[in-house]
């Protein structure tokens, strides 16, 4: 597989001086900024990495030719005016893996030897133990302030994990309008929760109780979506955990399950 050059480095900043290497460091720095901030147009990319719009082409015309990552037009929302519909950059399974996902191979293999001999609750159980310890550290910080500042304190823990997080209002005219809305544009674990869902469901309970209000998983990248989505209800007071609606109905044995809505 084509790895992305630089890919450690970060989103912002100069690229590499060594000139046999700027180019392949900038086109990392490029595939990294997608990869955080979800479909963007190349506008966005070019003002965020201070590049010309050619050379913004250029990279991303090489990024597209090793297909990291592909074109989309761009989600609106109520009534578009005149022109042509914008087109954004989004990375591709091909791209996310380049940024190496942690463990994929050996998981896979040691929670298919798990369910064949302890049946498709150890799987869950397991799945319910590993985000207890990311529900124990985040707790704190989520804890104070009103819930939008929560979720964002949410996001920024997830991206110190590696989830490259973001938060904000959700959409006006969404079908889940109201409320907010914590994207994960980067899932380490994406290859192994796409055979065992039970891992998606088991985080997004976690979201619900660390917020205090009912969660719901609109898109994972998983199965493959661009990004994992979480609607956040917006309520003026906490609510007990076992109110909060967060479960949804998928096939617990193993193999591909798209999760309900």
Avoid: W
């Amino acid at each position: 597989m084509k790895k992305i050059g630089a890919v450690g480095a970060p989103a912002r900043g100069s690229a590499s001086p060594a000139p046999a290497s700027a180019g392949s460091a900038t086109r990392g720095q490029v595939a990294r900024l997608i990869l955080e901030l979800g479909p963007s147009t190349a506008a966005t990319l070019g003002g965020r990495l201070g590049l010309t719009p050619a050379a913004i082409r250029r990279h991303l015309d090489n990024l597209l030719a090793d297909g990291l990552i592909e074109t989309r037009t761009a989600r609106t929302y109520g009534n578009r005016g005149r022109g042509r519909p914008a087109k954004v950059f989004v990375i591709t399974d091909a791209g996310r893996s380049a940024f190496e996902h942690a463990y994929d191979d050996l998981a896979s293999s040691a929670l298919r030897f798990l369910a064949e001999t302890a049946g498709p609750e150890a799987i869950a159980e397991f799945a319910r133990r590993q985000v207890s310890d990311l529900e124990r550290r985040y707790a704190p910080a989520v804890a104070r302030g009103e819930l939008p500042s929560r979720v964002q304190a949410l996001a920024e823990a997830l991206s110190a994990d590696g989830y490259a997080a973001s938060a904000g209002p959700a959409p006006v005219a969404s079908p889940a309008a109201g409320g907010a809305q914590l994207c994960q544009h980067h899932c380490p674990v994406a290859h192994v929760a796409a055979e065992f869902p039970q891992l998606c469901e088991a985080e997004t309970e976690a979201f619900g109780r660390l917020l205090g209000t009912p969660v719901r998983r609109l898109a994972t990248i998983a199965h493959g979506d661009g990004v994992c989505t979480t609607h956040v209800t917006s309520l003026g007071k906490a609510i007990p955990a076992e109110a909060v609606a967060v479960p949804v109905t998928t096939q617990i044995t193993p193999g591909r399950s798209r999760e309900g809505s």
